[in-house]
């Protein structure tokens, strides 16, 4: 076993469903099966292993999706959003999560989780770009309202949100086809 990977499975999910501020370091230890030392080893301080997991659950959801020029792109999106909807569940968007725990303390951790979003707009804008789509920035602003949209109303509706998203997400693709 990966004992750094243990750390990080371990802290993600405790983060997601506890909170940061709430999860201790002997929670993360005692779900890890690590000691304190071990943790340490790895991860010198908190900020640094809130740091890595944020950094590696954006990379596996970047990880998942299409490149912006694939013909699917949009619809792997919200694909890979019940995915993870459904495996790791919808209580609301982790990185929302972190900024509204961080914002008022720590302007890196802060930064750090308003980063996701950025990226995402910007992957969604590539994917839109690499169509020629007429009218791109409103339609780029509609494909993440309705990201974002999916994520918030999944806390009430489950991963079914990210089914409705993303059909929507294909009509407006579709309607926005140069004739």
Request: proline residues 3%; charged residues 20%.
């Amino acid at each position: 076993m990966d004992k750094k990977q243990d750390i990080l499975q371990a802290a993600e999910w405790l983060f997601y469903n506890n909170g940061f501020h709430a999860t201790s370091t002997d929670r993360i230890c005692s779900e890890a099966g690590v000691s304190t030392r071990t943790l340490y080893r790895y991860f010198p301080s908190r900020e640094i292993l809130t740091q890595c997991v944020m950094e590696e659950r954006k990379n596996r959801f970047f990880a998942a999706l299409q490149p912006p020029g694939h013909p699917e792109a949009i619809g792997t999106l919200f694909r890979v959003l019940e995915q993870w909807m459904l495996e790791q569940g919808a209580l609301g968007c982790f990185f929302i999560k972190a900024w509204g725990e961080y914002a008022g303390e720590d302007q890196q951790l802060a930064a750090q989780a308003l980063d996701f979003r950025y990226a995402l707009r910007a992957y969604i804008a590539a994917c839109v770009r690499e169509t020629g789509r007429s009218n791109s920035d409103t339609l780029v602003n509609a494909l993440w309202m309705l990201f974002e949209g999916a994520v918030t109303t999944a806390l009430i509706t489950g991963s079914a949100a990210a089914v409705h998203a993303g059909n929507a997400a294909l009509l407006l693709m579709d309607s926005s086809k140069e004739p």
